[in-house]
């Protein structure tokens, strides 16, 4: 029976005897922490052997014959990491072939398959479950209550602690974007001598004026009042905010909202925030709310390359994520 556990921790990592001679499987929507198990597992090779040789491929291309050659020594190196993508657009003339490996991996081959969660290719990774070589991490998302944990966890990788207050306050001003969140608590942790950090460091890298947060934004915005968006993203703009944590905090908060429309409720959210998300829902319908997340979506596609004026693509989206709600 494969074993199963969950991602990494920020501060965990994986010894060469967790994936040499086994296969790894990445399940999973939160693809953030995914990415954590893929990057253990190609250092514990690398750690191994600073000379093994590291390969990807994509599933939908994966035969019995490609699988042979990727796990193949090769002149240099007889270690290796492969690293499967996308395991739910595996042909199903492979299958059996990726099993029949997976039953008895190599030795000197780290086999990483990664799924990218939903249900397909489900019956696939039920075969793979079963098998006694085969270990499961998964990266599921966060619920609201955990995201504190994650954030103390990351400074702690940093050799810092962080008190409730001064976590919550993170969480707000940067959103729930673990990727964000990750890259705010490196620099909070990075760029501070002291050990144990609070509310007044958090509010000196985050804080900017006392009125104007990231998630006072995303409030604005989700509620539809364009006016007091707009005004707030330009001052967070030029008061040198990052554009990429103000959308990771109207993207969580949009969630939130949405798990609210779609009537899921998660016990571990404090009262005065499901009063919040109850007030900010009100208006909106499941089709909107999934129009709006899309549009979120490409915000997010524009801020990371597609686009070159931050500021005309998060107002833009103020302007669609109003005319959704008013629809």
């Not at 620099?187 to 050990?195: M, S």
């Not at 934004?217 to 008061?239: M, Q």
């Not at 009537?263 to 909106?284: C, H, M, Y």
């Amino acid at each position: 029976m494969a074993r199963t556990a969950s991602a990494p921790s920020p501060a965990g990592a994986l010894s060469s005897s967790d994936v040499l001679g086994r296969v790894i499987l990445v399940t999973g929507k939160e693809e953030f922490l995914g990415e954590r198990t893929v990057a253990a597992a190609k250092a514990a090779v690398k750690e191994f052997d600073p000379e093994a040789e590291v390969s990807e491929a994509s599933a939908a291309d994966l035969t019995l014959a490609t699988l042979g050659e990727l796990s193949a020594p090769s002149l240099f190196s007889s270690i290796r990491c492969v690293v499967v993508r996308n395991l739910e657009n595996l042909p199903d003339e492979s299958v059996a072939g990726l099993v029949d490996y997976s039953g008895m991996p190599s030795e000197e081959v780290a086999l990483v398959l990664v799924h990218s969660g939903g249900q397909k290719g489900s019956g696939t990774l039920a075969k793979l479950r079963k098998l006694p070589k085969v270990s499961e991490h998964k990266s599921v998302e966060l619920k609201a209550r955990e995201f504190g944990s994650f954030v103390k966890a990351e400074i702690r990788m940093h050799g810092a602690s962080i008190d409730e207050e001064g976590a919550d306050f993170l969480i707000q001003a940067v959103g729930q974007d673990l990727r964000a969140l990750s890259a705010a608590a490196s620099q909070l942790a990075g760029d501070n001598d002291a050990k144990r950090l609070g509310l007044e460091h958090v509010k000196q890298y985050f804080g900017g004026r006392a009125e104007v947060k990231n998630y006072v934004i995303a409030d604005a915005i989700i509620s539809g009042d364009r006016v007091k968006a707009l005004e707030e993203i330009r001052w967070a703009l030029d008061t040198g905010s990052s554009p990429v944590y103000v959308l990771s905090a109207v993207a969580g908060q949009m969630r939130t909202v949405a798990n609210h429309v779609a009537g899921i409720r998660d016990s571990g959210t404090p009262p005065w925030k499901q009063k919040t998300v109850a007030a900010l829902a009100r208006g909106w319908s499941r089709e909107a709310i999934g129009e709006a997340l899309r549009s979120v979506a490409r915000a997010d596609a524009d801020l990371k390359g597609a686009a070159s004026d931050p500021a005309y693509t998060l107002e833009r989206l103020v302007l669609t994520i109003a005319a959704l709600r008013q629809r």
